[in-house]
């Protein structure tokens, strides 16, 4: 995901200079582990629900929308999920 991310940033940096950017959060889910990975690139949120109580992870903030920087670092937020839990993602953008 981070090499996804970087080259995206790359592309949309060349083709818009900063003119045009992205928000979203991109994530990895390992069904396995329950290990869920999430970038946060700008206006997202997450809420997850487990036994019945709501409450809202904090993702990292310090990342920028895609394209709007040439340089992008791109840190990551780790979630581990349990059997029940419902982790509800969305940004400002397209849902």
Known sequence: ????????????????????YLTGVFGIFREDTGVCMLWDMGHGHAFLKRKGMLSK?????????????????????????????MLILFSDGVV
């Not at 895609?66 to 670092?73: A, D, I, N, Q, V």
Request: glycine share 8%.
């Open 1 to 20: 995901m981070q090499e996804f991310l970087f080259l995206l940033n790359r592309y949309l940096f060349s083709a818009f200079h900063g003119e045009k």
């Open 57 to 85: 992870p904090q993702l990292l903030d310090d990342n920028v929308p895609l394209g709007l920087f040439e340089s992008l670092t791109g840190k990551h937020h780790r979630i581990q999920l349990h059997d029940g839990d």
